[in-house]
């Protein structure tokens, strides 16, 4: 029998509560057959779920425990995430709450030695990253799966295992009132690091995992004045080697990154007076002696670790189940976000609209490589964080003591945060397209870019999650074309239509203010087209208002692979 913990975890700001179980129809013996199995509510889980309900799937969601997750974990989160939040329909308590930041600054011996601006301009809606703790982000999205209908989170309901046929599987499920079994079409385990259906499936990860200890101490201080920004002292004079984070979260509350030194027992690195001893000393650093109150703290190690594969028959992997990433480049969550939204749209299109199976291999395509991607980049940062050998320990002492002077090797101090992937080579962008004519805008595979319209309007603000169908008007006779076509498409229902630089009737909305601004950034002058996916990604373009090429090529998507 699962009985997970339900007294409240202790926090010294955040009030956690407990959800009760409450028993499924299936135990009545009254189940129905489900289209989307989901393990585990954590963000990614939660988020896949409220993007299925905008492809109008329903979903049910299982999370083994009673209460939100412990510690602020996940701290930051991208502009690219906050986009994919205001898709979800979740982003307003998220932009409410968090402490927007672009600015990184590294230090060394008592000077700043690199200044880190993440760009930005007054095209994107959202700044590049936002602060909270992880216990809020998903209280908001479990706020935001209550108001879904489509959306059925059972809380206290562990994951067992599952036997899969030709159609579905059948889970089976432990809850504080004994096991059931659920019918479901597909199940996608987002069921974190430790995935419980990874390991009943017996799949191990590749990939390096770190020596050295990391750890996070989360504490509320009042009274510290400092921006919020995110800040790197390398070597620390009390600890050489060493590297320490600091960030702010909202409501005072501060967190504290650094390095275990080597050979350090657990029990000694987290006893209170150690914990009091280094903050103090951090505190030292950054110049401010305050009163604080320890939140929550814990040990970490950093991966670079994913499965070859996040499709294996009816199951799918996403999030944390599916690669371990490191926490320096913010890369954990909002890479677990960029899944989700892959398989949403994926996902929705083979439940709801009949295209073949096989278009989810190519979700796992896209998000391996991904994944490998930020492998190899994160590795990188990390082993400039925690180099694991003398070779790398040596250059990193190069790097930070020609830093004090040279500027050339500053770059190397900058570790890139998360961004969208490009799927250049991707089954999914359109043969034959237009992409290499034009000279601006955004190539086949790129993630497009939000455009400023007007005072608190954006391009982003007219798209739902479907397809986009960015129609550049260039005179009065594209406009009668573009009626004429748009009402011959197959597949109008699957596309919102924007017309850009002149009306026409059929478009779902049209672009009044800011054209120029949306042409520029498009890179289209006269007429032309882009088909986005659903996840804004480029599937193709012309220089033409080739609308027929367009619903090809959506028809291509969804017979991508045939059936499998
Ligand atoms: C100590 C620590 C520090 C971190 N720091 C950062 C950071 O600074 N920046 C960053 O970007 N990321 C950080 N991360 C990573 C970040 O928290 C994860 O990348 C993110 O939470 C992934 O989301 P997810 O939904 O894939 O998995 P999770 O958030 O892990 O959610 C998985 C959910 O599945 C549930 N579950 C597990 N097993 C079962 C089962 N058998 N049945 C049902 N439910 C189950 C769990 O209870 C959990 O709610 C950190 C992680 C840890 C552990």
């Known amino acids: 029998m699962h009985t997970p913990e339900t007294t409240k975890r202790h926090s010294v700001f955040y009030d956690y509560q407990v959800f009760p179980f409450n028993r499924p129809p299936e135990m009545e013996g009254e189940g129905t ?10 963000p990614v889980g939660m988020v896949l779920a409220l993007l299925l309900a905008k492809s109008g799937l329903a979903s049910v969601i299982f999370e083994a425990e009673s209460q939100v997750s412990e510690g602020s974990r996940a701290v930051a989160f991208t502009r690219r995430s906050q986009e994919i939040l205001q898709l979800a329909g979740a982003i307003e308590p998220f932009v409410q709450n968090g402490l927007a930041w672009d600015t990184g600054r590294s230090f060394y011996k008592g000077r700043e030695i690199y200044k880190m601006v993440i760009p930005h301009d007054d095209n994107d809606r959202y700044k590049p990253v936002l602060n909270n703790s992880q216990q809020y982000w998903e209280e908001y999205l479990y706020d935001a799966c209550e108001r879904e209908p489509l959306v059925d989170l059972r809380w206290q309901t562990k994951f067992v295992s599952f036997e899969e046929r030709d159609d579905g599987v059948t889970i089976t499920l432990d809850t504080p ?3 059931y079994n659920l019918d479901a079409n597909w199940l996608v385990a987002s ?3 430790r995935s419980a259906v990874r390991r009943f499936m017996g799949l191990r990860m590749d990939g390096i995992g770190f020596e050295g200890k990391f750890v996070i101490t989360d504490f509320r201080a009042k009274g510290m004045n400092l921006p919020t920004e995110r800040r790197a002292f390398f070597d620390p004079p009390w600890l050489m080697g060493n590297t320490v984070l600091v960030h702010r979260q909202p409501n005072d509350i501060w967190r504290f990154d650094y390095r275990v030194p080597d050979g350090e027992e657990p029990s000694h690195t987290l006893a209170p ?27 970490y190690s950093a991966n670079t670790k994913t499965l070859d594969h996040y499709r294996h028959g009816r199951v799918m992997f996403a999030g944390d189940a599916a690669h371990l990433l490191p926490v320096f480049g913010v890369r954990g969550a909002n890479t677990g976000l960029q899944d989700a939204e892959n398989l949403a749209w994926k996902l929705g299109l083979v439940e709801g609209k009949g295209a073949s199976p096989a278009l989810l291999d190519s979700y796992s395509d896209e998000r391996v490589m991904a994944a490998r991607e930020i492998c190899e980049e994160a590795g990188k940062s990390t082993r400039l964080m925690d180099p694991p050998s003398r070779g790398f320990r040596v250059m990193r002492k190069v790097v930070l003591s020609f830093s004090l002077s040279e500027n050339f090797c500053k770059d190397l101090l900058n570790w890139r945060t998360s961004r969208p992937h490009e799927y250049l080579e991707s089954s999914v962008n359109a043969p034959g397209d237009d992409n290499s004519q034009f ?6 595979g790129t993630c497009a870019r939000n455009v400023k319209l007007a005072e608190d309007r954006y391009l982003f603000d007219m798209f739902g999650f479907r397809f986009q169908l960015l129609v550049f008007v260039g005179d009065e006779a594209d406009s009668a074309a573009a009626s004429r076509a748009l009402a011959t498409m197959r597949h109008r229902d699957l596309v ?6 002149g009306s026409f009737d059929g478009a779902d909305h049209t672009v009044t203010e800011g054209t120029e601004a949306v042409r520029d950034r498009y890179g289209v002058a006269g007429s032309g087209l882009y088909l986005l996916r659903p996840d804004m990604h480029v599937a193709g373009r012309w220089t033409t208002m080739d609308l027929a090429s367009a619903d090809a090529n959506i028809d291509r998507i969804l017979a991508i692979g045939g059936h499998k």
Do not use: F
Request: net charge negative; charged share 30%; proline share 4%.
């Open 33 to 42: 057959r489900h289209p989307v199995a989901i393990v585990g509510a954590g």
């Open 177 to 179: 009132e004994g096991e």
């Open 191 to 193: 069921d974190g690091g």
């Open 273 to 299: 007076d150690t914990i009091a001893e280094r903050t103090k000393l951090i505190m030292g650093l950054i110049d401010r002696d305050v009163e604080w109150e320890l939140d929550w703290a814990t040990i």
């Open 439 to 444: 000279e601006g805008g955004y190539p086949d």
């Open 496 to 501: 919102n239509v924007v017309a850009i630089g």
